[in-house]
């Protein structure tokens, strides 16, 4: 298959396209590997590069918001599916600059829409967020009512229905996925996973906004392969599918574990963040009836993955 992924080149992504190739499949990516305003030049650097080293795919720099250079992207590689990766990554970043973050998410994506369904794609994927549900407790399912808090979560849950309303029209199929809390390897340090493990490493403090507050932290690995088989599986046609470990884990209990793991570090507890929403696990069941969704790195484990990489990486121990 020919498959185009934007944000291949990203965290998420550049494991997505690392598993569509081992399964035989040309991808093409789209990335414009930003900053988004708060990724500091020389890590963007180090990541581009070490993330780069695990595929073997050509990057193309494509700004998704031109629509003359998206079509060009179609024109020349005629993809039958495509993976739709590329977005502001979180609340935070859309809140520091929402009308820049609307391009991305919004004209960005009707641009890849149109594109799809002006050069006949076969399959959509959009990877939405958890964040669509606003608050909710364990085991909420994909038919849960969205009510979502924010600015981010709004715009991935009105892509959704943009997505939906191409498939209603026939212009193609379509699978939506919502991951929760992704964590691992070649992320970005400005991320509660990674700013407790190195916060820990550095024998710093670990503000935990929340201690009661809980999340369904995924190991991206895991993430990359509830998409890739997503994708792939004839069983997901106009569907929408929670790819998460299924298992809510306090902010505290992580922040201790990450101090258990580095061996220092201390933790200091503050209120809840009023931005974001409550959160719990999401249920999976009809990614494991579909397509045999079955993540296998609980958050111990991945945390002390993530560890050992930290420490492997001449760049973060200079960094530390």
Partial sequence: MRILVTGGGGF?????????EQ??????????????GFIPKDELEYLKKERKKRFNSVT??????????????????????????????RQKVVNANPCLASEVMSTGLMNLLEASRLHRVKKFVYISSSM?????????????????QGQYGIMKLAGEWLVK?????????YTIIRPSAVY?????????VSKFMLTAMRGGILKVNGAGETLD?????????????????????????????????????????AVKIAGKGTIECKDKDADFPSRGALNIDA??????????????EGFYKYHKWFMESKFWQKKI
Avoid: W
């Avoid at 035989?24 to 990516?29: L, S, V, Y």
């Avoid at 997503?230 to 997901?236: D, F, H, I, V």
């Fill in 23 to 36: 399964e035989g499949h040309q991808c093409h990516i789209i990335d414009t590997f930003t900053d988004y």
């Fill in 184 to 192: 691992g390897e070649y992320d970005v340090e400005d991320r509660v």
């Fill in 217 to 257: 932290f995924t190991y991206v690995e895991d993430t990359a392969k509830g998409i890739t088989q997503a994708t792939l599986s004839e069983n997901t046609k106009n569907k929408t599918y929670n790819i998460t470990k299924s298992h809510s884990y306090t902010l505290l209990d992580a922040a201790v574990l």
């Fill in 132 to 148: 669509v549900y606003g608050d909710f407790t364990d085991n909420v399912k994909e038919d849960a009512v969205c009510n979502p």
């Fill in 12 to 20: 998420i992504g550049h494991n997505v396209v690392r598993m569509l």
């Fill in 165 to 173: 309303d191409y498939g209603r029209r026939g212009c193609f199929d």
């Fill in 60 to 89: 193309h720099h494509v700004n998704i918001t031109n629509k003359n250079s998206v079509d060009n992207m179609f024109i020349t590689f005629h993809p039958q599916i495509v993976i739709h990766l590329a977005s502001f990554p």
């Fill in 287 to 300: 990614a494991r009836q579909d397509f045999g969704y079955d993540p296998q790195v609980d958050v111990e």
